[in-house]
C-alpha cells in the first residue's frame, strides 16, 4: 500500500521543492488540496488526519498549530520550521550525524529538519568536538553566505521583482547583526557546544546554494592536530556516506575558490578542509544547496528513512 502523504505549505519555496522531488512516485499517494482550500483549517485537519505522514513547510507558529489538529496518534511528523528542533521528544532529522541517528529517524514520529546553515555547520565541527579536538568549550565562530532563496518569499521578491517592496540591488549584504539568529540554538545544541557560536550569516545575490565556513587557530587549541589530521577525521566520520562527501588534500589544494552554487539542485554536502600548516591556521569550508540537503532534499532523505524506502529515491 502506497504511504499517504501530505505537505502542509506545499506552495511555499520548500514545500514546492518537496513536492517536485515526490512527484510520480508510486509507494507514495500524495494528498492535495486545491488553492481555495489551502487555508480552511477544516480542510487542512482532513488532510492531516488522513495522511500517514504530513510535512510541515510552514512559519513556526503555524507548524505548532498544524500540530494541534492531529487526531490520530499514528500520523507522523516531519517539521521543516524551525519551531521544534531543540524540542524534547523531537528527532533531528540529520541522517548522518550519528551512526544511530538513520535507525532514530526511521523509528520517530516526530522528526524536525535541520536549518540549512547547522546541517553545514555541524557536519564540520560535531566530530572535532566528539574526538576532543575542538574543546566543548571553544568559541566558535562560524561564517556563512547564503543565496536569496533561503530568506523565503518576501525576500526572493526583494531581489528578483523591483515593484516589490524592499526591492534591493544588493549585491551581498551581512544580516543578523543582533546576534540573535534563529539557528544558534540548534548549532550549539548539536555542535556539543558549552556556548552558543558567534554566527556572521549573509546573503548574496544569487538565488540558491551556500557555504558555511568555521575557522580555527590550530595553535590556540589544546593538542598537536594538523590539517591531515582533522581531515582524517572528517573523511572517517562520513566514509560510506552516500549524500556527505569529504574533499581530497589533493582535490583541496588544487582549489583556488569555491562556487556557493556548486551543488544547486543535488541533496549532496561537501567538506572542505583547508590548511596553513606553517602559521597552524584552518578554514573549515561545507558546500550545500541551501534548498536541497538544507531543506527539501534532506527532508525527503528523512520520510524515505522513515518509510523504509531506498534513501535516495527522488534525489
Same mark, same amino acid.
Given at each position: 500500500?502506497?504511504?499517504?502523504?501530505?505537505?502542509?505549505?506545499?506552495?511555499?519555496?520548500?514545500?514546492?521543492?518537496?513536492?517536485? *522531488? +515526490?512527484?510520480?512516485?508510486?509507494?507514495?499517494?500524495?494528498?492535495?488540496? &486545491?488553492?481555495? *482550500?489551502?487555508?480552511?483549517?477544516?480542510?487542512?485537519?482532513?488532510?492531516?488526519?488522513? $495522511? =500517514?505522514?504530513?510535512?510541515?513547510?510552514?512559519? &513556526?507558529?503555524?507548524?505548532?498549530?498544524? %500540530?494541534?489538529?492531529?487526531?490520530?496518534?499514528?500520523?507522523?511528523?516531519?517539521?521543516?520550521?524551525?519551531?521544534?528542533?531543540?524540542?524534547?521528544?523531537?528527532? @533531528? /532529522?540529520?541522517?548522518?550525524?550519528?551512526?544511530?541517528?538513520?535507525?532514530?529517524?526511521?523509528?520517530?514520529?516526530?522528526?524536525?529538519?535541520?536549518?540549512?546553515?547547522?546541517?553545514?555547520?555541524?557536519?564540520?565541527?560535531?566530530? !572535532?568536538?566528539?574526538?576532543?579536538?575542538?574543546?566543548?568549550?571553544?568559541? #566558535?565562530?562560524?561564517?556563512?553566505?547564503?543565496? @536569496?532563496? /533561503?530568506?523565503?518569499?518576501?525576500?526572493?521578491?526583494?531581489?528578483?521583482?523591483?515593484?516589490?517592496?524592499?526591492?534591493?540591488?544588493?549585491?551581498?549584504? +551581512? @544580516?543578523? !547583526?543582533?546576534?540573535?539568529?534563529?539557528? #544558534?540554538?540548534?548549532?550549539?545544541?548539536?555542535?556539543?557546544?558549552?556556548?552558543?557560536?558567534?554566527?556572521?550569516?549573509?546573503?548574496?545575490?544569487?538565488?540558491?546554494?551556500?557555504?558555511?565556513?568555521?575557522?580555527?587557530? +590550530?595553535?590556540?587549541?589544546?593538542?598537536?592536530?594538523?590539517?591531515?589530521?582533522?581531515?582524517?577525521?572528517?573523511?572517517?566520520? @562520513?566514509?560510506?556516506?552516500?549524500?556527505?562527501? #569529504?574533499?581530497?588534500?589533493?582535490?583541496?589544494?588544487?582549489? $583556488?575558490?569555491?562556487?556557493?552554487?556548486?551543488?544547486?539542485?543535488?541533496?549532496?554536502?561537501? +567538506?572542505?578542509?583547508?590548511?596553513? =600548516?606553517?602559521?597552524?591556521?584552518?578554514?573549515?569550508?561545507? %558546500? !550545500?544547496?541551501?534548498?536541497?540537503?538544507?531543506?527539501?532534499?534532506?527532508? #525527503?532523505?528523512? %520520510?524515505?528513512?522513515?518509510?523504509?524506502? =531506498?534513501?535516495?529515491? /527522488? %534525489?
Amino acid at each position: 500500500m502506497a504511504t499517504r502523504v501530505f505537505i502542509d505549505g506545499e506552495a511555499g519555496t520548500t514545500g514546492l521543492q518537496i513536492r517536485s *522531488r +515526490l512527484e510520480g512516485r508510486a509507494d507514495l499517494h500524495m494528498i492535495r488540496l &486545491d488553492e481555495s *482550500r489551502r487555508k480552511s483549517e477544516a480542510a487542512r485537519r482532513e488532510a492531516i488526519n488522513e $495522511a =500517514d505522514i504530513v510535512i510541515l513547510c510552514l512559519p &513556526d507558529a503555524a507548524a505548532v498549530e498544524a %500540530l494541534s489538529l492531529i487526531e490520530r496518534r499514528s500520523v507522523r511528523v516531519i517539521d521543516a520550521s524551525t519551531a521544534h528542533r531543540t524540542a524534547r521528544g523531537w528527532t @533531528y /532529522g540529520f541522517p548522518e550525524m550519528a551512526r544511530d541517528q538513520r535507525e532514530a529517524i526511521a523509528e520517530s514520529r516526530r522528526v524536525t529538519n535541520p536549518g540549512c546553515y547547522p546541517t553545514g555547520a555541524i557536519a564540520l565541527l560535531r566530530p !572535532l568536538v566528539q574526538h576532543r579536538l575542538v574543546p566543548a568549550g571553544w568559541p #566558535v565562530t562560524i561564517n556563512a553566505v547564503s543565496g @536569496y532563496s /533561503g530568506g523565503g518569499k518576501s525576500l526572493i521578491q526583494a531581489f528578483e521583482d523591483p515593484q516589490a517592496p524592499g526591492h534591493t540591488r544588493d549585491n551581498f549584504r +551581512l @544580516y543578523a !547583526l543582533g546576534l540573535g539568529h534563529k539557528h #544558534v540554538a540548534e548549532m550549539q545544541q548539536y555542535m556539543g557546544l558549552h556556548h552558543p557560536p558567534l554566527f556572521a550569516p549573509s546573503v548574496g545575490r544569487f538565488a540558491q546554494g551556500m557555504l558555511v565556513e568555521v575557522p580555527l587557530q +590550530l595553535w590556540a587549541l589544546p593538542g598537536a592536530a594538523g590539517t591531515d589530521d582533522i581531515r582524517r577525521i572528517l573523511a572517517e566520520t @562520513y566514509a560510506g556516506d552516500r549524500f556527505v562527501e #569529504v574533499a581530497s588534500k589533493e582535490e583541496t589544494e588544487a582549489l $583556488a575558490s569555491i562556487d556557493p552554487e556548486g551543488l544547486n539542485g543535488t541533496n549532496r554536502l561537501k +567538506l572542505f578542509v583547508f590548511g596553513n =600548516d606553517k602559521d597552524r591556521q584552518l578554514r573549515l569550508v561545507a %558546500l !550545500l544547496d541551501n534548498l536541497g540537503k538544507g531543506a527539501s532534499g534532506q527532508a #525527503v532523505q528523512n %520520510l524515505n528513512i522513515m518509510i523504509g524506502a =531506498d534513501e535516495a529515491t /527522488g %534525489l
